[in-house]
């Protein structure tokens, strides 16, 4: 573990996973680990959050000596973080947000998209080069349920050849009726073809403002499927609707 490292991350299948004891002797509880666990873990799902693991720990005469551990989810662990009411708790929690900040980033996204193709298994299914770019991306989002909002999509569509931006990704989705083009509440939130499709969920946020009066501000966000969706829809040969942006310098 690197000195800047708060706590190690181990990746597996796909999902970055810390130790319970390590979390427990960083946070610097007082409460033994298995009281630690017994208060703490019953909200959550064995399996789902949690896996239960055998650990190994050194004993005085140097003998090394099974224990039990647990692979704990970076959600979880940001949860514990904030039961355990402490300063180390905050500080644990800061440092696994910005891990999962980094992880849920497009750009990284299509990194491990690139990581999977080196798996012989995952070769073999791609049939030609003009096929590529949508198994890469397919790959890279069937192990995440993350929504990215529309500028993130076109990050992606532009480091897969696709010379579009934000702004001509809005146009081009209001043009082709996914977005609702014109009105003054629900302007450039999904219409009800994409939504029934999933390819968009609207993240509401509430905003108290200063005067006291509340508001509510709506983002519309691609889900996995509406990513893969217009990837495959941006990068076909065929599609009309899509081949100026590929062609454009």
Known sequence: MSDNQLIKVEVKNDRQLVSARDLH???GLST???????QNFRDFEENEDFTS???VT???NGAKKPIKDYYITIDMAKQLCLLSHTEKGKQYRRYLIEIERKWNDPAEIVKRGYAILQNENTQLRIENQAMKPKALFADAVSTSNKTILVGD???ILKQNGVNIGSIRLFQWLRQHGYLIRRDASDHNMPTQKSMERGLFKVKETVITHSDGHV???KTPKIT??????????FLESSNPDTKRFREEK
């Open 215 to 217: 508001t509510v501000s």
């Open 25 to 27: 002797r960083g946070l």
């Open 153 to 155: 999509m076109a990050k």
């Open 32 to 38: 033994r680990f298995s009281k630690w666990v017994d």
């Open 58 to 60: 050194v004993v005085n």
């Open 53 to 55: 693991v055998t650990g």
């Open 224 to 233: 996995g499927k509406g990513q893969v969706y217009f990837v495959n829809k």
